[in-house]
């Protein structure tokens, strides 16, 4: 038995927030697009194999909170069971979070055995072993799986840089998967979107939106800056916003804590 | 081989038309087999603009449908012999044209003539992009405006995505840019782009600038071509502009205001 003083269950970052792209870009043509979004949930990481105590303490503190864990979904560690070679009956956990009227969604740190009859309940196995609980970040330190995670799912998506030489002409829409490079002028009423930065060597009159999938390091260079609107990450600027000493000269627009900032190249 | 000209610009009024006569006509004048088509069925203009309108018996469209064969509704210019008209339809309207009717017409001209210059109809709807989309090369007709230039604008992404040359990715449509309706008073007043403005929002080989002038009603009014009427300053634009397009090097003229000579002063000018 652990100690009764030490916590039964740990839930790590109880918050649950849905980054979304803030501007919604349709596709020209496709019903449908798949665009990727990260969800923190909160992981359950069990210490013990024991449902009776699991059930127990999980009553305790869902006592102290009833709305924040009605309908929440968990995903549920079991890495630290399987180091220790605590079996654990999944689908009789399974049965006992959602009877304790919570969604677990994913399974992490499980074994083979235990994949499987997750995936037989519909809960998909998360591919990363489970690391160091979040909430500690050292600077430096190896990258967190969630974020390794993210890079796989970047790197499967294929990015692809663009380099366009032609201008980019009114009513015209490019975008980029990577970074997006233009050498001649993006006309008034044209569009450019990249995932990534944007640099045009040219003027900019257009639309220029970089990081359309979130990324908010994303960043914006022109030689000339007279743009309709320049966006980041969904943050955005239009031309009335633009201070008039940045227009017309070339520029670097970055995002910083959720505001454009416009500096001259 | 012939080489396709498409005259367009997106904005109406601005005096595609105009050019179209005038162009074609010049092409003639110097000896080479031309043709202008009429796309803008439903609307039909040209052939007021080059006189022939009494004598129009089938039109593209007849032609399209299999009506009429192409020898039947060209009407051979009675000025200059190298030059032909193939009118627009008055009574139907753009969905009668198709691609694969297009085509065929252009492919048929190509055999007889060097020349093929489509007069595009406003917008950028079905009439405008059949008349582009078979284009070798692109004059864009401009007013020193701002809508019109950011029509011309629009118009040129067009050129650039949705005709055929872009669609089989062979070289690119030639384009040029023709600014018409250009006062160099005005320019200097302030009240009108400048060419060098509108080159810069366009980013386009200037193939000339043709002059406000009244020339040009008294030439449309009585279905002259202006380029005949060579004593009249769009007259001698539009002949500078031909030669450019050919090829020669012609300084570019009417871009800046006139100075009012003394020999100007005493007997009036034009």
Known sequence: ?265 | MARIIVVTSGKGGVGKTTSSAAISMGLALRGHKTVVIDFDVGLRNLDLIMGCERRVVYDLVNVINGEATLNQALIKDKRCSELFILPASQTRDKDALSIEGVGKILEDLAKDFEYIVCDSPAGIERGATMAMYFADDAIVVTNPEVSSVRDSDRMLGILASKSRRAETAEEPIREYLLLTRYNPERVEQGEMLSVEDVQEILSLQLLGVVPESKAILNASNSGTPVILDTDSDAGQAYSDIVARYLGEDKPQRFIVKEKQGLFKKLFGGK
Request: with cysteine.
């Open chain 1, 1 to 265: 038995m652990p100690d009764a003083s030490s916590p039964k269950t740990q839930i790590e970052s109880p918050k649950t927030q849905l980054e979304s792209p803030r501007t919604h870009l349709e596709s020209p043509k496709a019903p449908l697009e798949f665009k990727s979004a990260s969800l923190t949930i909160p992981a359950l990481r069990f210490f013990s194999n024991d449902l009776a105590v699991i059930e127990a303490t999980l009553r305790g503190k869902i006592a102290q909170a009833t709305e924040f864990f009605r309908d929440s979904p968990v995903m549920m560690d079991l890495q630290l069971l399987n180091e220790q070679h605590q079996s654990v009956d999944v689908e009789a956990l399974v049965g006992l979070l959602r009877a304790l009227g919570m969604v677990p969604v994913g399974l992490r740190g499980g074994s083979d055995a235990q994949n499987r009859a997750a995936l037989t309940l519909g809960i998909f196995r998360h591919s990363a072993p489970s690391g160091a609980p979040s909430e500690i970040k050292i600077p430096g330190a190896e990258p967190s799986p969630e974020l390794l995670d993210k890079s796989a799912l970047a790197a499967e998506k294929s990015q692809e840089n663009r380099v366009v030489t032609q201008p980019v002409r009114s009513g015209q829409r490019v975008y980029a998967s990577g970074d997006l490079t233009v050498t001649a002028t993006v006309s008034a009423g044209a569009e450019i979107m990249a995932e990534g930065n944007i640099h045009v060597y040219g003027s900019l009159r257009g639309r220029a939106l970089a990081g359309v999938q979130g990324d908010i390091n994303s960043r914006i260079f022109c030689m000339d800056l007279q743009a309709e609107l320049i966006s980041i990450a969904g943050i955005y600027k239009l031309r009335d916003d633009i201070p008039g000493d940045v227009q017309h000269k070339p520029a670097h627009i970055s995002l910083d804590n959720e505001l454009i900032i416009i500096r001259g190249l």
